[in-house]
Each structure stands twice: as structure tokens, then as C-alpha cells.
């Protein structure tokens, strides 16, 4: 078991910047890729971000490239979304997930956070 913690949402205005935080204990950490997703209302949950388990590949979804960056510090044991430049479309519950493989697809992610909402006023 992976036990997934998220802290660092709040609010802000549009162009401010957040950063998430995902701790996580349980099993080793790095063997896991790591992904962020959001869920706004009445909408599904959507890919934002994955990043490999040595950190070397990163995925970002068109809507949040070039504005967010994700990391890790395995060491550590925690994930992280540096989220800049933001605007009122990324107001959602943000949910970081592990997975054994890399995907988009919240299917493969087989670990949970409780999810940390952002809400970004115009």
C-alpha cells in the first residue's frame, strides 16, 4: 500500500502561482511512476501531469504546459506541481496518484490521494 497525502491548494487570483505537494509513505516511493490530476465540477477527472520514477520523463496535458512543472524528491518521498501563471479553467480538486506504468489514463493508477482544491478567481 502507498498512502498519498496532498497539501498546498488554495485560492488565488488569476495569474498567481501555487505549489502542491504530494507526501507519500507507505511503500518504496521511487519504483512508482507519479501523476496529478484534477476534477472540476460536473466534469471528469482529467490528466494534468506524470512524471517517471527516476524523474527523467515528464508528460503534461496541452492545457497546462508551459505553465506547470512537476517534480519529485524521492528522497524525500514526495511529489510536487509548481503551477504558475494561473487561470479560473484550473479551478478543480487537484489528486495526486501512483501507478506502476506510466499513463493518462486515471484506470492505471492504482494509489489515491484525497485531493487538495484550488480555486482561481478572475
Known amino acids: 500500500q502507498v498512502q498519498l497525502v496532498e497539501s498546498g491548494g488554495g485560492m488565488v487570483q488569476a495569474g498567481g502561482s501555487l505549489r502542491l505537494s504530494c507526501a507519500a509513505s507507505?511503500?518504496?516511493?521511487?519504483?512508482?511512476?507519479m501523476a496529478w490530476f484534477r476534477q472540476a465540477p460536473g466534469k471528469e477527472r482529467e490528466f494534468v501531469s506524470s512524471i517517471s520514477g527516476l524523474a527523467i520523463t515528464t508528460y503534461y496535458a496541452d492545457s497546462v504546459k508551459g505553465r506547470f512543472t512537476i517534480s519529485r524528491d524521492n528522497a524525500k518521498n514526495i511529489l510536487y506541481l509548481q503551477m504558475n501563471t494561473l487561470n479560473p479553467e484550473d479551478t478543480a480538486v487537484y489528486y495526486c496518484?501512483?501507478?506502476?506504468?506510466?499513463?493518462?489514463?486515471?484506470?492505471?493508477?492504482?494509489?489515491w490521494g484525497q485531493g487538495t482544491q484550488v480555486t482561481v478567481s478572475s
Open positions: 496518484a501512483a501507478a506502476v506504468r506510466s499513463s493518462r489514463s486515471p484506470n492505471e493508477y492504482n494509489y
Open positions: 507507505g511503500r518504496a516511493f521511487s519504483p512508482y511512476t
